[in-house]
Nanobody, 122 residues
Framework: QVQLVESGGGLVQAGGSLRLSCATSLNIFRLNAMGWYRQAPGKQRELVAAITTFPIGGTTNYADSVKGRFTISRDNAKNTVYLQMNSLKPEDTAVYFC?????????????WGQGTQVTVSS
């Protein structure tokens, strides 16, 4: 069982910044990838950003709506992934969930954090 502990959500004005953190109980090198998803009221959960474990340094992927504003990174020594969110907009308001993927393809299994609320006021 992989546990994910999130922190860093909150209330911020439009144009402001927040940094989310997600610590995993599993050595990060045993995971295929980690990422952040979000879900706004009445909407489906969507990918925000993801980072692969290999190659070293990771390959990142972003939703078009956050490119240039959000940055995903990780600290391997701390088994932690971060999401730096800048130039926040009211439409970024959502519950943000940390995701960890173990395995690949048909054998992949996703673990989820409990979610952290991000609210951006206009």
């Amino acid at each position: 069982q992989v546990q994910l502990v999130e922190s860093g959500g909150g209330l911020v004005q439009a144009g402001g910044s927040l940094r989310l953190s997600c610590a995993t109980s599993l050595n990060i090198f045993r995971l295929n990838a980690m990422g952040w998803y979000r879900q706004a009221p009445g909407k489906q959960r969507e990918l925000v950003a993801a980072i692969t474990t290999f190659p070293i340094g990771g390959t990142t992927n972003y939703a078009d709506s956050v490119k240039g504003r959000f940055t995903i990174s990780r600290d391997n020594a701390k088994n932690t992934v971060y999401l730096q969110m800048n130039s926040l907009k009211p439409e970024d308001t959502a519950v943000y969930f940390c995701n960890a993927r173990l395995g690949r393809g048909s054998e992949a299994y996703d673990y989820w954090g409990q979610g952290t609320q991000v609210t951006v006021s206009s």
